[in-house]
């Protein structure tokens, strides 16, 4: 049986309009490169950590951002007005309070609208294999049998990562379990993935991760992972920065 995330997409896959960019978070494992700036604005290997992320959503085809801001809001405001041009920029503003991952996709829910839309973390760094990787999972969305689509990594292909894994997967992509206490996982979530708005409901107060709505898509047999067939890097620490730029000066 073929896994579904070993299909190739096809050329016209519609791609979500709409992404959704997460980058409101303190950065504190990439201190002290992060004391005077927000995380995404750290370069790797001569550009901005959310440039490279703008890079993959232009080459998509993604037509309008949505970026939550907290952290140096300022700073990451004038950046991304002065850099996005050729993609409709909203944003959602967290200086406030910062919600996470769960609770800034809940702030920005009347931004998102009701079509199912690409989620990124901005702080992610992937360079594309043969295909690019977000048409990839537009490719396999199937919205009558999914909540959730989730960019994954085999764990034994995660440059810099320390994790352990996430989820396992069967043969035809459907994500079955997430790791076990004291157990390896295969497959890492590498922070890129296709959500549908009605995942968006019972929602606690306040900030919360985006593994709420996970587990709710994973419990109801809706949660699906694509394997990226390309590189990517886990840039947390100023130690990671200096690894993925020596690999990526092999290219």
Not at 41 to 67: M, N, P, Q, W, Y
Not at 161 to 190: C, N, S, W, Y
Not at 191 to 218: C, H, K, Q
């Amino acid at each position: 049986m073929t896994a579904i995330y070993s299909l190739r997409p096809q050329p016209d896959a519609a791609v979500p309009e709409t992404a959704m960019v997460m980058a409101a978070g303190l950065g504190k494992r990439m201190r002290p490169l992060t004391a005077t700036r927000p995380k995404p604005l750290v370069e790797v290997a001569g550009k901005t950590l959310i440039d490279h992320t703008f890079d993959h959503l232009r080459s998509a085809g993604v037509k309008r951002a949505i970026v939550n801001v907290h952290y140096l809001a300022d700073q990451m405001e004038a950046h991304l007005k002065a850099r996005v041009k050729d993609v409709d920029l909203v944003i959602s503003d967290e200086r406030r309070q910062l919600m996470e991952t769960g609770g800034g996709i809940v702030q920005a829910r009347a931004l998102i609208g009701d079509k199912p839309f690409l989620c990124v973390n901005s702080d992610n760094l992937w360079v594309d294999g043969p295909v690019d990787a977000i048409r990839a999972l537009a490719a396999q969305w199937d919205e009558a049998k999914m909540d959730a689509l989730l960019l994954l990594v085999p764990l034994a292909r995660a440059n810099c990562h320390k994790g352990q894994g996430d989820f396992r997967l069967d043969a035809m992509g459907r994500i079955t379990e997430r790791r076990k206490p004291g157990r390896l996982a295969p497959f890492v979530f590498i922070g890129v993935s296709i959500l549908s708005p009605r995942l968006i409901r019972d929602w606690p107060e306040g900030p919360f991760s985006t593994n709420l709505f996970f587990t709710r898509a994973l419990e109801a047999g809706r949660l699906w992972g694509v394997v990226h067939q390309g590189l990517w890097f886990d840039v947390g620490t100023p130690a990671a920065v200096g690894a993925a730029e020596a690999v990526l000066a092999e290219m």
